[in-house]
């Protein structure tokens, strides 16, 4: 109980933290429209050839976008940590009571809830313009991606407490964006890449996220794909969280 105390003030300290920047907010919900609405049409006349078995591509594109939504929620997560440390707030957690997993945990999840706004916000908003909704498959979906970004999350943040620099963080959410994205099919799916890119692909579990999320996003829950996403995504949330738990333990202690 005590635990699930601590993560409730720590969420709610984070999620009213951002109800204070309200342009965090506009940038979190214009960002992923404006790929919407401005790389969605690009992909028009793709609509029925390879990659794009449906004839609106927003069937195809839309899950990738979520996916992608939730590693830079992820991702962001270590530059609070970083300007904490700054102020002086982390040091003063050396001497909370509070279990190091709520302190990880509380922000997490808070961001979570953020980014699951903008989520269905930006499902409400493709709808009209020809997304296909399949709640039972989104749903599922949701977890996924909300799994997703805790992994990210948590990395960002333990590599921003081992580094206490922005510049080094910075350095390295950037080295991995790229390749990260671009090995994913977040835009395109990777049936259109060469061969040599869908293998190295298989290293990469944002991969498994996304094509679960397409077959998801089809209404196919009963897919490899689906299964392989789960069985990739979940031993990795946990390996990852355990991971940056120690890393908090050491660096508040």
């Known amino acids: 109980m005590k635990l699930l105390h601590d993560i409730g003030l720590l969420y709610k300290r984070g999620f009213v933290h951002a109800l204070r920047i309200p342009i965090w907010i506009i940038v979190g919900v214009s960002t ?80 979570l809830t953020w980014m699951l706004f903008f989520t269905f916000l930006i499902i409400a908003s493709a709808i009209p313009f020809g997304f296909n909704l399949h709640v039972g498959g989104m749903l599922i979906s949701l977890i996924l991606i909300s799994l997703l970004m805790m992994i990210f999350s948590a990395f960002s943040i333990s590599v921003a407490l081992l580094t206490k620099e922005i510049s080094t963080l910075a350095a390295i959410m950037n080295g991995i964006n790229l390749p990260i994205l671009l090995l994913s099919g977040v835009l395109l799916p990777l049936t259109l890449a060469p061969a040599w890119m869908r293998f190295i692909a298989h290293f990469n579990p944002m991969y498994y996220v996304v094509e679960a999320n397409r077959a998801l996003s089809a209404g196919v829950i009963y897919d490899s794909r689906v299964a392989e996403g789960f069985l990739v995504i979940v031993p990795l949330a946990i390996i990852v969280l355990a991971w940056a738990t120690r890393v908090y333990k050491k660096t508040v202690a």
Do not use: K
């Open 32 to 111: 992923p429209l404006l790929y919407l609405a401005l790389f969605t049409p690009l992909l028009d006349n793709l609509a029925g050839g390879p990659g794009f078995p449906t004839t609106d591509v927003l069937d195809v594109f839309l899950p990738g976008i979520l996916a992608l939504m939730a590693f830079g929620s992820g991702t962001g997560a270590g530059f609070a940590i970083i300007f904490e440390i700054q102020a002086g707030f982390t040091e003063r957690l050396q001497v909370t009571p509070a279990s190091r997993l709520a302190l990880l945990m509380g922000p997490i999840l808070s961001s």
